[in-house]
């Protein structure tokens, strides 16, 4: 079946620096990703539809300048966490809808942000 | 605007009975699709069934069946026979037919007990 896969499952890092997630659909080609942050016991948030080759488009009260995403090709996109800062700490995942007429989505394992 | 309800936050379940999730949405548009999928404490979501809104027939994966009432806009998920590792959070989804955009609602929790 169809899998996205995400990497780092997890990720420490200082206040200040930036941390890069990747998130790849392993057997099928996805011209749109979506990023979303989860806090815990709660639904997942849209942050943001990662579009391939052109930029992506942020939900409200996501800052862009923050939560950098590239999808460079048909297969990976990008979210980069930028100037980090504790209350950036979360569960990041992203999915992408399989090439079908359902187009269900499919998503990567998660990331766990935490930033001292 | 599209919004889906799940009004359990939390259920519980003797291990080999049966469970049932409720979902309710609104919409205005006739042609979409409807999902559940689960979070188990891994934290990887996982497709666990698929309704078209189209047909009246309902879904089942298994286990899992849905009962769709389209007119009542609801769209519940029935766990038969359930095991420990049915334990997961269950979101229901929505999505119209055209574009790729979900709406997810807000997890139902559910604890198998042995």
């Known amino acids: 079946g169809a899998v996205v896969s995400q990497h780092p499952s997890w990720v420490i890092c200082k206040s200040g620096t930036s941390v890069k997630i990747e998130c790849r659909s392993l057997?099928?080609?996805?011209?749109?990703m979506f990023w979303y942050r989860q806090f815990p016991k709660q639904s997942l948030m849209l942050m943001a539809t990662?579009?391939?080759?052109?930029?992506?488009?942020?939900e409200q009260g996501v800052e862009k300048d923050k939560f950098l995403i590239n999808h460079a090709s048909l297969t990976l996109s990008t979210l980069t966490v930028t100037s980090a800062h504790p209350e950036d700490s979360s569960f990041y995942i992203c999915s992408a809808p399989r090439p079908t007429a359902t187009g269900e989505l499919f998503f990567g394992e998660g990331s766990r942000l935490t930033v001292l | 605007a599209q919004t889906v309800t799940q009004s359990q936050p939390e259920m519980s379940v003797q291990e080999a009975e049966t469970v049932t999730l409720s979902c309710t949405y609104d919409t205005s548009e006739s042609d979409y699709y409807l999902f559940w999928y689960k979070q188990p404490p891994s934290r990887q979501m996982i497709l666990v069934i698929r309704?078209?809104?189209?047909?009246?027939q309902n879904a089942t994966e298994n286990r899992f069946s849905v009962n769709f009432q389209k007119a009542a806009k609801s769209f519940s998920l029935k766990i038969s026979d359930s095991q420990l590792g049915d334990a997961a959070m269950y979101f229901c989804?929505?999505?119209?037919?055209?574009?790729?955009?979900?709406?997810f609602g807000t997890g139902t929790s559910l604890t198998v007990i042995p």
């Open positions: 309704q078209e809104a189209y047909k009246q």
């Open positions: 990662s579009n391939e080759g052109s930029k992506a488009t942020y």
């Open positions: 057997d099928f080609q996805a011209t749109t």
């Open positions: 989804a929505y999505k119209l037919m055209t574009g790729n955009q979900f709406y």
